[in-house]
């Protein structure tokens, strides 16, 4: 479960950044971009349902998901496929109304899409507890690993960021009166 949620939330987190990009206009081209927005959501959702199918099948291969399992594996899919459809479209609204928002509006909209990952995630524990609980022992282990291995991925990926971000960043070249004045001042 764990692994999954992790391996949706790059895909989310990037559906979040994609979903504020802003598409300039003029008054003549107003019509023709208009469309522009809802093609790009419709590409984004369609990549996002792609995504989660994939990785669905990929992991009721790796698990080797038996017939006996297919309820538990079936609340589970839901759970995930139900979280992203939600996330899906609150985002969408937010892009919606991003514009408009003010500084409060947008923490407001923040808190209500990280408290619908709070539900999500724990509909989709939910799920997956029932799931775990009719493995058998090697369907265990192999999770397991699963897991490990994600947890792992997301360790090294979270301190390659950190590390870009601590990198010192270099300071604007000053304008031209701005850097003229400034021997001026300092020798005096």
Known sequence: MKKTLRTLAPVLLCVSCLSTSVWAQSAASAPAAASAPKTHAMHRKAKTTDF??????????????????????DAFASAIRDGAKKTQAAYEERDQKITSMNADEAMQSYAANTQLHADNTKALSTAFTALYASF?????????VL????GEQRQARAHM???????????????????????QAASQ
């Open 52 to 73: 989660v199918t994939q990785r669905l099948n990929t992991l009721h291969s790796q698990l080797a998901i038996t017939d006996a399992q297919s309820a538990q594996w």
């Open 136 to 144: 058998s022992d090697e369907q265990k282990k192999t999770a397991d």
């Open 147 to 150: 897991f490990r291995q994600e």
């Open 161 to 183: 960021r950190a590390r870009e971000h601590a990198r010192p960043r270099t300071a604007p070249a000053a304008s031209g009166a701005s850097a003229a004045a400034a021997p």
